[in-house]
């Protein structure tokens, strides 16, 4: 017991070196920054065809968020119990034991976020060539060996090396370009749902798409498990809701509402 009260009293000391600075905002940007990205434009489309009809894709969608919902609902009353940086590592040490706390911290340092933040350069990369076409996996800058970088592939490249030098500058750093990219992104999203409701409505399309929404749809078990395949790229597009219990020991007031 004494062994186990000291280790408790470190890692609450050590808790405390970090500096409190991201309040309510700054930490409801850090989880809409981390979801909102490319994710929603790659994986629609696969929905699509996958499910058959517009029906389905928005209820895959609807699934997807109810199952996001209540997954922050429970890491929320984590980390409001566990207010220590690290989120799920924490947890999962606390709940089952330090191997698997130790297990899932390298496998989300070598394979789970590092595999997340290579596919969203890489989406960032691809759609950046629509507008500047010299962007390409076609074209090849130079070759090591048998990889070859490509402009597309540099340019994902260094937007994680710019991002992850930004963010060891320091947490009022990382903060603003936090606040500014997220900000930014979510007002040109809503410009972008604008223009299509207002602008970009075309008649032929709403009457495809909602004539009968549900078409081709049997209630089986098989279209079940189709759906159930489906809310992979949903779900993949709503990861990271979970990625401000990670820096938990730098919010205000984590127990409670922060300030």
Known sequence: MANGGSATAVATALDTEFHRGLGLYDSTLVVVGSMIGSGIFIVSADVARTVGSPGWL???WGLSAV???LGAMSYGELAAMMPHAGGQYIYLRNAYSPLLGFLYGWTLFLVIQTGTIAAVAVAFAKFLGVLVPWISAQNTLFQVGSVSFSTQRVVAISVIAVLTWSNSRGLREGKAIQNIFTSAKILVLLV???LG???AREATAVRANYTTPWKD???SLGFFMIVGAAMVGPLFSSDAWNNVTFTSGEVKNPRGRCR
């Open 197 to 199: 409701l207002v602008f």
């Open 58 to 60: 928005l209820s895959v």
């Open 192 to 194: 972008l749902i604008l």
């Open 67 to 69: 199952v996001t919902i």
């Open 217 to 219: 749809s049997s209630l």
